[in-house]
């Protein structure tokens, strides 16, 4: 039995993305962030940088993984899955894996960070981290013109990328004239792995069409980020 410990983020989400893809048992833990959860010593003994999710593998020892591409390479080795054994194979999805790692997931998340939460708007970091957002949005669809997926076949990088991807509005990035992004986001979707797993631990689809729960969510999200 794997024990997750998440919010509902698009990191949160990588974690139980995977974990539903691969069909694995596992328990929920909310820890809830707007609280100060993460900073708990109980938390801090599992994860000792405070930020979820992470995971105790029951089954092995209760050990400890955190860092959620760490998560989603444990899974994958630990089931064979969605990362290949060949050395190509495993290089190309690991690549795609760490352009979200460094480049998608940061960058968004600092779009979110002055575009969102920080009450003083700053216009040019606004801008600086959404185009810097788009730039790698328009790198994803120019590799996606030729390729289905980002390596040869669906993988943990895929799943990494959609997790953050899908949120472009939270972010205030512009999908407009991706068509083959399009394309990928929406088969992503289509996977019923996927639309259950963005629902754990709880779900957040309203919060881009329901004005008031966005700004409930902000007022609670700013005490975590300048924190």
Request: charged residues 30%; hydrophobic residues 35%.
């Given at each position: 039995m794997i024990e997750l410990y998440t919010a509902p983020t698009p990191n949160g989400h990588k974690a139980s993305c995977t974990l539903e893809a691969m069909e694995l048992p596992y328990e929920v833990?909310?820890?809830?962030i707007s609280s100060g959860d993460q900073?708990?010593?109980?938390?801090?003994?599992?994860?000792?940088?405070g930020r979820i999710p992470a995971i105790i593998d029951r089954d092995n020892n209760n050990f400890a993984v955190f860092e959620s591409a760490a998560i989603m390479i444990y899974l994958a080795e630990l089931t064979g899955k969605l990362l290949p054994s060949d050395i190509n194979g495993r290089s190309k999805v690991l690549q795609w894996l760490m352009?979200?790692?460094g480049g998608v997931g940061p960058m968004m998340g600092q779009a979110n960070v002055f575009y969102r939460y920080l009450p003083e708007k700053i216009p040019t970091a606004i801008?600086?981290?959404?185009?810097?957002?788009?730039?790698?949005?328009?790198?994803l669809d120019t590799h996606l013109a030729d390729n289905e997926w980002l390596a040869d076949d669906f993988s943990i990088a895929d799943i990494a990328n959609w997790c953050w991807v899908r949120t472009y509005k939270w972010s205030g990035v512009s999908r407009d004239?991706?068509?083959?992004?399009?394309?990928?986001?929406?088969?992503?979707?289509e996977i019923p792995?996927?639309?259950?797993?963005?629902?754990v631990p709880v779900s957040m689809e309203s919060l881009i069409e329901n004005e008031k729960a966005a700004?409930?969510?902000?007022?609670?999200?700013?005490n975590s980020v300048q924190t």
């Open positions: 833990h909310l820890v809830d900073h708990k010593s109980e938390f801090r003994a599992i994860n000792p940088n352009f979200q790692i801008s600086r981290y959404q185009n810097e957002c788009r730039r790698l949005f328009e790198v004239g991706l068509e083959n992004l399009d394309r990928w986001l929406g088969a992503i979707t792995a996927m639309r259950k797993g963005v629902q700004e409930e969510f902000i007022n609670k999200a700013r």
